[in-house]
């Protein structure tokens, strides 16, 4: 994941696990204070576990790298706490490989962040993956058309966010809705027909503005990144305050309920927290749902390797053998040595459960010789060779 994001030109920040429990709070309100590990230490100062990395780097741009060029590329790797109740796919503690983008918001921005999204979990060797656009402007667009009040708008975001679409009617009744009005509205939140989205919200300049720029950014990613199977979906609201614009994720549908493996999208915090306002963007990849997504599709997880194990065949050869193990660690050679004073039968036995290609066995006879005895794992052969040419030998192999 950390080359995909460095080969798109980002580079890694970090920030602290914990935050003033303000920071997050801050777009959200109190109500978050729930979901979050939310604390006051010695000095009485409220904190928190961070439950996301946007808000910390946007914070950490506020404070120290303003004046950097732009547009700033930023990723990260991080442990997140959310006060989620724990079960498969969802736990209290999880990893995010995310990133964000600060100070551009051209199309061809938003696509390369979209197909790199995309990219990440393709060369994680992920096979089935669903990517989902949307964009919240528009949805406000049509939630303005309807007439929707903020409250009204408030209770159906939930709704919409879990595709209950039969629970989106029944709540549009109750508003005083028309049923075509709504019928409508259901369909534009399940078509992927620009065209029909295009009709709905024709009257409103800046939606139409919106759309087309959404148009440019699936236009580059067909075309251009050769990212081809996505969905427009305009039912993702994301369930974070701060999106506003594009919003995209990315499913993994053996995960079944908490199948969302990436989330993302344009936002706005810069000014919020005493910045000067740029456009940002970002996504966060979950890795554990990566990890177990990839398990159920039963990918081959590269094992644990040694390129060689040394084995002291007594006490006196200790010494020597650590010099050798040394040598070869300085010259990129994977190289363990036993640290148990085992016989040579146990030492095999544990070198063979590390996955050694080689064993180097050092006994006093070899070494009156400058010489130690190599033995191959898997052919199950051994030779003698010189401890000068311990190297060349396995670079050859
Ligand atoms: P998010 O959708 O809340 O977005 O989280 C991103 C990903 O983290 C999810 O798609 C999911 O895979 C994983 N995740 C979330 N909660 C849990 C959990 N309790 N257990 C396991 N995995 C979980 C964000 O956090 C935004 N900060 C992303 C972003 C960056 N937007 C702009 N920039």
Known sequence: MASTFKSFGYGEIQTPTFETLELFTAKSGDSIIDEIYAF??????ELALRPELTAPVIRFYVEKMQMEPKPLKLFYFGNCFRYDRPQKGRYREFWQAGCEIVGTNTPEAYAELVAMAYTILKNVGLKNIQLNIGNLNIINSTFTKLGLSKDGQKKLLPLIDKSQFDDVFSLLSDLGITNDSTKEFIDILQTSDINKIKKFIQEDASAMDELSNLEKILDLLKSSFNVKDFQIKMSIVRGLDYYK??????????????????????????????????????????????????????????????????????????????????????????????????????SLKYANSKNAEKVIIIGPKELENDSVTLRDMKAGDQEVVKIADIVSKLKNN
């Open 40 to 45: 006051s230490d010695k000095g009485n100062r």
């Open 245 to 346: 614009g594009l919003v995209f994720e990315i499913d993994a549908p053996v995960l079944g309920a908490e199948k969302q493996l990436c989330g993302g999208g344009a936002y706005e915090l810069v000014t919020l927290f005493g910045g000067r306002e740029t456009p940002t963007a970002g996504f966060a990849v979950g890795f554990d749902r990566t990890i177990l997504a990839l398990e159920i599709e039963k990918f081959a997880f590269p094992s644990l390797k040694t390129d060689v194990y040394i084995i002291p065949v007594s006490e006196e050869m200790i010494g020597k053998s650590i010099e050798i193990a040394q040598n070869l660690r300085k010259e990129g050679i994977l190289t363990d040595l036993d640290l148990l004073r085992r016989g040579i039968g146990k």
